[in-house]
């Protein structure tokens, strides 16, 4: 079946530094990746989509500033928390949609904020 | 996307099916059918999706009504390790871009 990884799988960091999350689609091609975060006891939220060569596409409050996403090559997508502040503490998890369109996910991040 | 509705927890008894139900009566002619797992603290588990069709794969099976307003999942011999939120998710390419929205899910407790 079709495998993605994240990197690192937890990291973490002082208030105010910036955390770079790697998200690869190891088996398959993807145009297209999405970002969710998962909160404790809570379901996933999508934060952005990511396509490759452009863009990328945020949800309604979402920062875009703030989380940096950048989609360079067909199995590479990077999320970069700027500034990152204790409640960005989270389970960051990706996924990649393989050419008929569905969507395989990564074992996901979990960031600590100090 | 259409809204689903599952119920919050399930139990089951290991080596027996599980049957999972969901409501999605205001499904799109579109719109396909999802349904992913997640163990705790791992990212979400891809198990099988379908559009009208009944579909079988070596995970489990899923059953479609024929008016598509609900499915069940079907896991033929649960197992310990089966036990995780079992997510139900209806979504098009051409409405949403393929963007997943999740809901609560159900909690699938498998008991030895």
């Known amino acids: 079946g079709a495998v993605v990884s994240q990197h690192p799988s937890w990291v973490i960091c002082k208030s105010g530094t910036s955390v770079k999350i790697e998200c690869r689609s190891l088996?398959?091609?993807?145009?297209?990746m999405f970002w969710y975060r998962q909160f404790p006891k809570q379901s996933l939220m999508l934060m952005a989509t990511?396509?490759?060569?452009?863009?990328?596409?945020?949800e309604q409050g979402v920062e875009k500033d703030k989380f940096l996403i950048n989609h360079a090559s067909l199995t590479l997508s990077t999320l970069t928390v700027t500034s990152a502040h204790p409640e960005d503490s989270s389970f960051y998890i990706c996924?990649?949609?393989?050419?008929?369109?569905?969507?395989?996910f990564g074992p996901g991040t979990r960031l600590t904020v100090l | 996307d259409a809204k689903t509705t599952q119920p919050p927890s399930m139990d089951c008894a290991e080596g027996r099916a599980a049957n999972l139900p969901c409501n999605h009566s205001t499904i799109s002619g579109n719109e396909y059918v999802y349904w992913y797992r997640q163990i705790h603290s791992q990212g979400p588990q891809y198990i099988i999706h379908g559009l009208k069709n009944n579909e079988t794969n070596e995970m489990a099976s899923l059953i479609i009504t024929e008016d598509r307003k609900s499915s069940t999942l079907i896991l033929p011999h649960a197992t310990l390790r089966d036990t995780a939120v079992y997510y139900c998710?209806?979504?098009?390419?051409?409405?949403?871009?393929?963007?997943?929205?999740f809901g609560e899910g159900t909690q699938l407790t498998v008991n030895p």
């Open positions: 990511s396509n490759e060569g452009s863009k990328a596409t945020y």
């Open positions: 088996d398959f091609q993807a145009t297209t």
């Open positions: 998710i209806v979504s098009a390419d051409e409405t949403s871009g393929s963007r997943l929205t």
């Open positions: 996924s990649a949609r393989d050419r008929i369109r569905t969507q395989y």
